[in-house]
């Protein structure tokens, strides 16, 4: 069966320190492969999204990246983090063709 | 990017009660999805609707792809304390899922 991982599961950083949150997915292949970030448990704003290795779409400019050195890894980086970084960054996996992703259990990131 | 509206914000009920919350769009959309949160966690696909006017059920769960293809509706029958959370509808746009705002839903014992 397929699984997904997220970590680490809760981040305190310092404003301008970098960030790196990892998300690896098993038991499948080839899959698509998103960064969600969620503020104030409400709306899930979509960040970045791969459909394969190296190929990274960023929906919203801001002062994240993406990269995907892997066919079943995706991680999310800063170089320097700002107040309004804070956040639930969720991970998400979906098989290409078909609907409903699914979902790591999220990073819960505060910069201070 | 597709801009779902999704309402109630938030409901307040009494374990029994029956929930309803819907979520509409301007744009026609193939499929319509609802996913719960729980607190500190990720979503999780409740059911997924792929047809207009469809009716599909998962327990007490029951959703409805609008007949004009721009809205759906999700229903919960005789709520529970573990119904808590918040309720999003999403769509799908080539590889991409877009969520509504979301319902937070509580339960009073």
């Known amino acids: 069966s397929q699984t997904i991982h997220q970590w680490p599961a809760t981040l305190v950083q310092p404003v301008g320190s970098p960030l790196s949150l990892e998300c690896t997915v098993e038991g499948t292949s080839n899959p698509n492969l998103y960064w969600y970030r969620q503020a104030a448990g409400r709306g899930l704003q979509l960040l970045f999204y791969?459909?394969?290795?190296?190929?990274i779409s960023s929906e919203v400019p801001q002062n994240l990246s993406a990269s995907r050195p892997q066919d079943r890894q995706f991680i999310l980086s800063s170089k320097k983090l700002l107040l309004s970084d804070s956040g639930f960054y969720l991970c998400?996996?979906?098989?290409?063709?078909?609907?409903?992703?699914?979902f790591g259990s999220g990073t819960r990131l505060t910069v201070v | 990017g597709q801009q779902l509206n999704q309402s109630p914000q938030s409901m307040f009920i009494q374990e029994g009660e029956d929930v309803s919350m819907n979520c509409t769009s301007s744009?026609?959309?193939?499929?319509w999805l609802w996913y719960k949160q729980e607190p500190g966690e990720g979503p999780v696909l409740l059911i997924a609707l792929y047809k207009a006017g469809e009716l599909t059920s998962n327990g007490r769960l029951t959703a409805q792809f609008g007949i004009t293809r721009k809205d759906s509706f999700l229903n919960i029958s005789a709520s529970i304390p573990s119904d808590v959370g918040i309720y999003f509808c999403a769509i799908t746009s080539g590889s991409r899922l877009t969520f509504g705002e979301g319902t937070q839903l509580t339960v009073n014992p």
């Open positions: 998400a996996w979906g098989r290409r063709g078909s609907y409903g992703y699914t």
């Open positions: 744009s026609i959309f193939n499929t």
């Open positions: 791969s459909v394969g290795i190296g190929q």
